[in-house]
């Protein structure tokens, strides 16, 4: 699997664009990089996933560098509910097994 | 589709006793995966299903786990015996292949 590098934690402030950054230099070709999200006490919830071009969809937006090997998640008007622990997944060759990091921790301040 | 459920939400048993969670995946999804989360270790993916047959278990911790997908729409993770250090709490989810897995709302075990 490619591992994934993500800072531990941010703060934003709400109503601002919150810019989560996640390091996959080790991607192959064709893994996608996969966005979840884990708002406390409750299961992951998928955002958004892509693999080389940009991504957006209601929730947010996906950034995928020309070399594949970074990309950033994109929350273009934090709110309060926004606060959550991001996880950045590259799954396996089969692309199902996801591998949970440590994630970032957002926290969104009003 | 009312999504993964899980059942029970909350458990609370003694040491040496057996426990048994309980996952519905959603309707048409081939792959299914219970996963275990702590403060200490995170999210840890314990074994995982296509077409009900388990693909990989490297994940369980040991012999006193196991899991079994009898057909596509249910499934269990079993601990015998239960002991304290298996308290957390665990996930169940489902996918299609190359899609978003979709999360339960989880089952917290305490053992005491």
Known sequence: D????????????EGRAANLPCNHSTIS???YVYW????????????IHGLKNNETNEMASLIITEDRKSSTLILPHATLRDTAVYYCIVPNNAGNM????????????? | DAGVIQSPRHEVTEMGQEVTLRCKPISGHDYLFWY????????????YFNNNVPIDDSGMPEDRFSAKMPNASFSTLKIQP???????????ASSSLGREAFFGQGTRLTVV
């Open chain 1, 98 to 110: 996801l591998t949970f990091g440590g994630g970032t921790r957002l926290m969104v301040k009003p």
């Open chain 1, 2 to 13: 490619a591992k994934t590098t993500q800072p531990p934690s941010m703060d934003c402030a």
């Open chain 2, 82 to 92: 239960s002991e304290p250090r298996d308290s957390a709490v665990y996930f169940c």
């Open chain 2, 36 to 47: 275990r989360q702590t403060m200490m270790r995170g999210l840890e993916l314990l074994i």
């Open chain 1, 29 to 31: 070709g064709n893994e």
């Open chain 1, 36 to 47: 979840y999200r884990q708002i406390h006490s409750q299961g992951p919830q998928y955002i």
